[in-house]
């Protein structure tokens, strides 16, 4: 079946505007984090849905990103009032239901924001 | 707050030998600790998850041990091949959610 997709694959914007991320979960998958990757450095967690519970938002920078799950499935990340520091690959992963204590992520390709 | 910590230097090693890679962790008391492959460009990969109640754990040609007295994973990859090299990351994680070390870079050399 298909795997996890994200897009635009890249997006060039200029400081000071919003930029939308899509994500689009493996089908059935209950879980959904949103990661940033900056260049040479590990992944740091931004914010993680699972199922209809209350997203935990821990990780989110500042109150620009934040993140909607529409219908459990589809997710956009939205940073309003982009910064250069933006700029880094973010990353979406989707995971089955806790039930079945299977925690592996399966990661899409990225988008590789880049904030001028 | 937790700290997780890999070799942050590039291992290179010669084609066939093992290839060692350590993860050590802080402050922190993991149910589980999964390894991650990420190759350039691409999003990280899945490899293998262990438990804390688990010593040891084998796929194929890869082999992690986890000690929860000494806070540290090891990860080894034998006969090593050039299709293995990648950065190789560790995430040790309680529930649903993963914290990621930074990753060490791993280059086998033909």
């Known amino acids: 079946g298909a795997g996890v997709s994200q897009s635009p694959s890249n997006k060039v914007t200029e400081k000071g505007k919003d930029v939308e991320l899509r994500c689009d979960p493996i089908s059935g998958h209950t879980a959904l984090y949103w990661y940033r990757q900056s260049l040479g450095q590990g992944l740091e967690f931004l914010i993680y849905?699972?199922?209809?519970?209350?997203?935990?938002k821990s990780g989110l920078p500042s109150d620009r990103f934040s993140a909607e799950r529409t219908g459990g499935s589809v997710s956009t990340l939205t940073i309003q009032r982009t910064q250069q520091e933006d700029s880094a690959v973010y990353l979406c992963?989707?995971?089955?239901?806790?039930?079945?204590?299977?925690?592996?992520?399966?990661f899409g390709p990225g988008t590789r924001l880049t904030v001028t | 707050s937790q700290k997780i910590e890999q070799n942050s230097e590039a291992l290179n090693i010669q084609e066939g030998k093992t290839a060692t890679l350590t993860c050590n962790y802080t402050n922190y008391s993991p149910a589980y600790l999964q390894w991650y492959r990420q190759d350039p460009g691409r999003g990280p990969v899945f490899l293998l998850l262990i438990r804390e109640n688990e010593k040891e754990k084998r796929k194929e040609r890869l082999k992690v041990t986890f000690d929860t007295t000494l806070k540290q994973s090891l990860f080894h990859i034998t006969a090593s091949q050039p299709a293995d090299s990648a950065t190789y990351l560790c995430a040790p994680g309680g529930g649903q959610k993963v914290t990621f070390g930074t990753g060490t870079k791993l280059q086998v050399i033909p």
């Open positions: 849905f699972q199922g209809n519970s209350a997203p935990d």
């Open positions: 992963a989707s995971s089955q239901s806790k039930r079945s204590h299977s925690y592996e992520q399966y």
